[in-house]
């Protein structure tokens, strides 16, 4: 951090420009652009300065990158009151004081002793810094309103428009949506109604693609969701989801889980063949892995209403499940072994549990492997197709080194829960064996004993 001088132009602060011992004062920085954006090598008037309030501006700019001057050595943050001690250096008037109250004698940069504790307002450095935030809070001020009238105005075209001038119009305000806060608030404060409307039987999937991708930026209300749970824009979403672009099917499965959120969300929505068989291309995309966790998501969603998980076994959705879990990333992992555990709940999923190949290796090598909860989920599932079989998946399990992960479990110091689980399941499957025969399958026989 460069250190805060004193300067020989009449107490004007300036900063240590690197190790060759150069002083750089202000009035130098200004004028070589050191301070990156205060022209002229002035400073602004004071009109300014009874309008603005430097606190808020610092807050609402929130930059990246200030200059080093303008930083206070001990909180690393913008001065707003910077005061320069006896020995050069600034600070922000109630860090040194603090620093004083705390019983210190030193400077807190260069850690001499100080032969007068008082402390000097360095003007200079606080108009500098004013000026600084003035411009850039007004730079952005300009910005977030030619940003907000250009929403505005493009609202105003999607009224008159149709064909391509539409989709252009609807590309551009989906542009200013994903990038501006203003525009956002614009179009939910006024146009929500007007958007929601352009989907419909008859909506291109070009309008379509844009519409959505705009409304998956917004913050909906209620009365807005309602309305887009109308048969006709569901039905649009699910053909976007099998048929759009990655970002497309992305964002339908986005606006989608956007709408399950109400309370008053009926599952026959999501009751559909096209929009599961969809969701499952989606997780199963390799080349556009970035899809792969928001179709889970939805999948995890939609599987908690009761109601739709026959329809997810009826299309095949768990051996696709079952084979994709060693690819998985942890967090789709979860998802889908939630999934896989909601379905294990029916008898027609325990039997498809059951009926494949890789399903029980593929549990055992996930306990203890990756989460507690993913441990649950693996566990829950062993427990309902082992109780189904016990003697065929039992055997299998245990060839597949459950007994060992199970005695895991107990040992480690996870949940209670899980701890009585893995005991339960480990007796079940000691059914099949004699003791000597089952010791010798938990490779763990000091453990056993």
């Not at 072994?337 to 290796?361: H, T, V, Y």
Request: proline share 4%.
């Amino acid at each position: 951090m460069p250190m805060f001088q004193h300067s020989k132009r009449g107490g004007v602060a300036g900063f240590d420009g690197g190790g060759d011992g150069h002083v750089l004062d202000l009035d130098t920085a200004v004028k070589d652009g050191v301070l990156g954006g205060v022209g002229g090598g002035g400073v602004v008037g004071g009109g300014i300065g009874e309008k603005l309030d430097l606190k808020k501006m610092i807050e609402e700019l929130d930059l990246p990158e200030i200059p080093s001057v303008f930083i206070c050595p001990i909180s690393l943050e913008p001065m707003q009151d910077p005061v320069t001690l006896c020995t050069g250096q600034t600070y922000e008037r109630s860090n040194i004081l603090k620093w004083f109250n705390l019983g210190h004698i030193t400077c807190p940069t260069t850690m001499q002793e100080l032969w007068d504790d008082s402390v000097t307002p360095n003007k200079t450095l606080y108009h500098l810094i004013y000026s600084w935030f003035s411009q850039k809070y007004l730079l952005m001020k300009k910005r977030s309103e030619d940003v907000q009238g250009r929403a505005s105005e493009l609202l105003e075209t999607l009224k008159k428009v149709k064909g391509q001038a539409r989709v252009q119009a609807l590309k551009e305000l989906h542009q200013l949506v994903a990038a501006h806060a203003t525009a956002r608030k614009t179009v939910e404060e006024g146009g929500v109604a007007l958007i929601s409307a352009l989907l419909g039987p008859f909506t291109s999937h070009a309008v379509g693609s844009e519409v959505i991708g705009i409304l998956v930026n917004l913050t909906l209300d209620s009365e807005s969701k309602a309305n887009l749970m109308q048969p006709a824009k569901i039905s649009l979403m699910v053909d976007l989801l099998n048929e759009g672009s990655i970002e497309t099917k992305i964002n339908s499965t986005r606006l989608i889980e956007m709408l399950m959120e109400e309370k008053d969300f009926r599952s026959e929505i999501v009751s559909s063949h096209s929009l599961l068989v969809g969701l499952m291309r989606l997780v199963k995309d390799k080349r556009h892995p970035n899809g792969n966790l928001s179709g889970l998501t939805l999948l995890r969603t939609i599987c908690l209403h009761k109601e739709v998980r026959n329809l997810f076994v009826s299309i095949g959705a768990i051996p696709q499940l079952v084979e994709l879990l060693p690819a998985l990333n942890p967090d789709c992992l979860e998802s889908a072994l939630f999934i896989l555990d909601a379905l294990s709940s029916l008898p027609e999923g325990r039997l498809a549990l059951k009926d494949c190949p890789n399903a029980i290796p593929n549990m055992v090598r996930l306990l203890m492997r990756v989460s507690e909860s993913c441990t649950q989920y693996a566990l829950s599932i062993l427990w309902s197709v082992c109780k189904l079989a016990p003697e065929e998946c039992s055997s299998i399990a245990v060839e597949a080194g459950l007994a060992a992960k199970l005695l895991l479990v107990i040992q480690s110091g996870c949940n209670p829960v899980l701890k009585q689980r893995s005991a339960e399941l480990l007796k079940l499957c000691s059914l099949n064996y004699t003791d000597t025969i089952f010791i010798s399958k938990c490779k763990l026989t000091k453990t056993i004993q």
